[in-house]
């Protein structure tokens, strides 16, 4: 099969990156070998990650530090998600560029620390959906609510965890800069965590307590860029309706309109799955001819081919799988 280069961007899950730095170097050493074979392929990627443990840990560790003594201060929440970018993008520009050096890839690696913009009158201020850190039983987070008064919900079957709000990305601050990395050819890890939440007011743009679900600001900054493909990399290597029950069923190819069916039936779980639906339903709207996959990290290259994960786009209905050919043109990203 002839492949013509696309323009990717990646949206790769905090979740999959482990729970501490030595996890993360190894988990992010397995996840660059593969984002390095699609580098090979010769397509154009751009890295999101998500940083929902990440930012958690370090939230609870700054507050536990500032609160053991007079030696550390008090660390703001938007400066949690500024470390977790950090060290995050770190291990990401070390794991790929040495996958990429391996291939004979003379691509540069490098990370921005990115701020994106949110309203602050945004109803998720009111409505925290957003899942951060380690996972907790019930009673361990009832306890930890009533010493904190951090609000705690189940998540997905898996335990109990802290959330925060989640707002929509209205803007991508380092946008122009981004695009002139990418044009430049180097291999771009942008809007990490979704971004730093930022809100601009009569002092300037600050930081705000929230966490930008990294699917959507993938979404956004994917149609930016003007990108072929948006690749969500999650824990599954499909979507599924009825989840966890009897008559639970994989989606091959998947509509919009049959998406929002979905949604108004409850079928995706709020801060997990759904905002991934929304952000690939954002997307292939935005632009003409373009398709969202959600995978895992393990089928990426499958589902690129057409092998393996859910594929959403504009018009056409649930199916089996028919493997695509990748031949869309390549955009001037100065071109809107």
Excluded at 41 to 52: F, V
Aim: charge should be negative; aromatic fraction near 6%; hydrophobic fraction near 40%.
């Amino acid at each position: 099969m002839n492949r013509k280069r696309k323009r990717i961007v990646i949206a790769l899950g905090g979740n999959a990156l482990g729970n501490t730095a030595e996890e993360q170097i190894e988990h992010v050493r397995i996840a660059s070998e593969i984002i390095a074979e699609l580098a090979a392929e010769g397509h154009e990627l751009i890295i999101g990650h998500g940083n929902g443990p990440q930012i958690g840990i370090i939230n609870s560790a700054m507050n536990y530090a500032s609160t053991s003594g007079p030696c550390t201060p008090y660390m703001p929440f938007p400066e949690c998600g500024a470390m977790s970018q950090g060290f995050i993008g770190y291990h990401l520009q070390q794991g790929l560029q040495q996958s990429l050096l391996k291939r004979k890839l003379g691509k540069t690696v490098v990370s921005v620390v990115t701020q994106v913009l949110v309203d602050p009158k945004d109803p998720a201020f009111q409505n925290p959906v957003k899942p951060i850190g380690n996972f907790f039983s019930e009673q361990e987070a009832k306890e930890l609510e009533q010493k904190t008064g951090y609000v705690f919900r189940e998540d997905a079957g898996r335990g109990y965890r802290r959330v925060v709000a989640s707002p929509a990305p209205q803007q991508i601050v380092e946008l122009g800069a981004i695009r002139k990395m990418v044009q430049s050819g180097l291999l771009v890890i942008a809007v990490g965590g979704g971004g730093i939440p930022v809100v601009e007011d009569e002092r300037g743009i600050h930081g705000i307590d929230a966490v930008i679900d990294k699917d959507k600001s993938c979404s956004k900054l994917a149609q930016e860029l003007k990108a072929d493909m948006l690749l969500i990399l999650t824990a599954v290597d499909q979507v599924y309706i009825h989840f966890h029950t009897s008559e639970q069923k994989a989606l091959n190819e998947v509509s919009v309109p049959d998406i929002r069916r979905y949604i108004a039936q409850g079928e995706f779980a709020a801060g997990s799955m759904l905002p991934k639906m929304e952000a690939c339903v954002d997307f292939v709207e935005a632009l003409p001819n373009r398709t969202a996959i959600i995978t895992s990290l393990e089928r990426a290259a499958d589902a690129l081919h057409g092998k393996a994960g859910t594929r959403i786009c504009s018009e056409k209905t649930e199916s089996d799988y028919v493997p695509f050919e990748v031949d869309s043109e390549m955009y001037d990203i100065n071109n809107n």
